[in-house]
């Protein structure tokens, strides 16, 4: 029975990393082991006349020539973001975040939207019309930007506004942005100059290369990809192969409220349009290795002489999600926990809190890891004293192995009438690790998920939680813990299994090279608790046996 407890462990801990894998190939947009694709729910509106009308990207082979229009680059500085925005249709290119480094090179800032040789990424808006052959201001009409601040300096709020005309409709963009803030403000005021109505309709789009991030690994990994949230059908996740394949995803496709965003690690762009308001959500290829999610939403007829207004936002920046939760219903789910999500987020609310006490997530994730231990504490002192009565009682099972090694059956049969007698559960130790790997697994993708620790510090080398240990120094103190926790449990009777489970503390520690160091660190605490605990449970019992 020793043997079958052993290897039940094992097994346990083997699954939880399958099941670990298994997210790291969900989270990058590839099938799950355990279950087929999910079949769709509607047809993607790509296909429809309003979304193919979108314009293609400008700067893409093979799409329409460039209007002569002479654009330039405005560079709107706030605290928080340094925002490029280009007056050839009002888009914004480049977009880099002032508190936050990037994850391959920590001497840049993060950078969202940008146009490289490696690929793109942009936020495009403007119309479109409902006649044939009338062109409307859109992402390749040239704009004329008016005068005024292009950074914050002492103010609390800088605006660009942008002009252009064209099809007898003039379009001014308004680009607002606020101190501390990462929404940024983009109304849309839309006037009928010419002599005849319209009846336009204001496109929001995202636009991103389908390529991997830079600096990931297998146990490093996240999901880049279209996301989008709507009312009846709540959070989508959609990848950039599927749109490459079909040339569209398959999604919710008409709502009255929700939002379209391309997600990465740590962070997200989202379009935020106004509440109430009817529109079409779209996907679609836009050229080679190039995808757009985006909304499409009708602004009615406009007479000549009236003008109608859309006040929408563009939040890019973190995934915090205190305050994603606060600007758009749903918002939050974008930071996604994987298949364990309704243990993560409580997880990450007990140590937010905790956090607000502390001020550093190294030592909340210690006070959690105290916290999860009080709170299991019966369940694994039940464990522990399974363990210990096992100890004490060794010599009488290697009797009844010597006595019955030919016999296996009367061997097994007088092993459970011991384990009765001493009133042992054979399967109590594994008790300690089944209550914890439910925790493990949620607190991993809280660490993969959470902008809130990414480059938090700890204490002296531990600069990153949510990075690998620069110097292995926990991996290798996990592999020490987990040394002494093998020699306190009873000794296997195989010589071979013996061996095994003095190597397999070492096979482990070198997994968890490649684990971020807040695990790690989780996982260190947990055992020299539970070697204390372990301990004055053993100790008790085999002093209890002395004296007998």
């Not at 409307?136 to 914050?152: D, M, N, Q, V, Y």
């Not at 762009?269 to 290829?285: D, G, Y």
């Not at 010599?395 to 007088?414: F, H």
């Not at 040394?483 to 070198?510: H, R």
Request: proline content about 7%.
């Amino acid at each position: 029975m020793e043997i079958n407890k052993r290897t039940i462990l094992w097994i346990v801990f083997s699954v939880s990393l399958v099941v670990l894998w298994n997210n790291w190939m969900v989270s990058n947009g590839k099938q799950s082991m355990f279950s087929a694709t999910p079949p769709a729910k509607v047809a993607t509106v790509a296909n429809t006349a309003p979304a193919a009308g979108l314009p293609a990207a400008a700067g893409v082979p093979g799409t329409a020539a460039q209007p002569a229009f002479k654009g330039e680059t405005i560079t709107m500085t706030t605290d928080v973001m340094k925002v490029d925005i280009d007056t050839v249709g009002g888009v914004i290119k480049r977009l880099e975040l002032l508190k936050f480094k990037d994850a391959n090179d920590k001497t840049k800032n993060q950078v969202l939207f940008d146009v490289t040789s490696k690929g793109m990424y942009l936020a495009q808006t403007g119309l479109l019309s409902n006649v044939k052959d009338l062109t409307l201001p859109a992402k390749e009409t040239g704009f004329i930007a008016k005068s005024g601040p292009r950074a914050l300096d002492s103010a609390n709020e800088i605006q660009l506004v942008l002009e252009a005309e064209q099809g007898g409709v003039k379009l001014t963009k308004t680009f607002t942005f606020k101190r501390g803030d990462y929404l940024i403000g983009m109304r849309h005021d839309v006037a009928n100059v010419g002599a005849t109505p319209v009846s336009p309709s204001l496109y929001l789009q995202l636009l991103h290369h389908g390529n991997k991030p830079e600096g990931e690994s297998y146990f490093n990994s996240s999901y880049t990809g279209p996301t989008m949230y709507t009312p009846a059908d709540h959070y989508q996740k959609l990848t950039f192969e599927t749109i490459e394949k079909k040339g569209h995803a398959e999604h919710a496709t008409k709502a009255d409220d929700g939002w379209v965003a391309i997600s990465q690690h740590y962070f997200v762009s989202a379009f935020l349009p106004p509440a109430n308001m009817p529109r079409e959500i779209f996907t679609k290829k836009d050229g080679p290795n190039l995808y757009a999610i985006g909304t499409i939403m009708p602004l009615g007829t406009i007479a000549p002489g009236k003008s109608v207004t859309n006040d929408a936002r563009l939040y890019s920046g973190p995934q915090d999600e205190n305050k994603l939760a606060a600007i758009a219903p749903g918002l939050e789910r974008v930071k996604d926990y994987g298949f364990l999500t309704i243990i993560a987020q409580p997880i990450f609310w007990v140590m937010d809190q905790i956090h607000n006490v502390l001020g550093n997530w190294g030592w909340t994730i210690i006070a959690f890891t105290i916290l999860i231990k009080l709170l299991f504490f019966p369940l694994s002192a039940a464990g522990y004293k399974s363990m210990a009565r096992i100890k004490v009682v060794t010599p009488k099972m290697q009797a009844i192995r010597e006595k019955y090694k030919g016999d296996p059956a009367k061997m097994n049969q007088a092993t459970m009438e011991l384990y009765k007698t001493e009133k042992i559960n054979p399967l109590g130790g594994c008790l300690p690790i089944l209550v914890q790997m439910p925790v493990f697994i949620a607190l991993y993708w809280v660490l993969q998920a959470s902008a809130e620790m990414r480059g938090a510090p700890w204490i002296g080398w531990i600069t990153d939680l949510t990075a690998p240990d620069p110097y292995y120094i926990l991996p290798v103190l996990y592999a020490i813990s987990m040394f002494i926790t093998t020699k306190l449990n009873p000794a296997p009777a195989d010589p071979m299994q013996a061996k095994m489970m003095l190597f397999m503390p070492l096979a482990f520690s070198v997994m968890f090279i490649f684990f971020p160091s807040g695990l790690v660190l989780y996982w260190v605490v947990n055992n020299i608790l539970s070697i204390g605990q372990q301990w004055v449970i053993t100790k008790k019992f085999e002093d209890a046996a002395a004296k007998k």
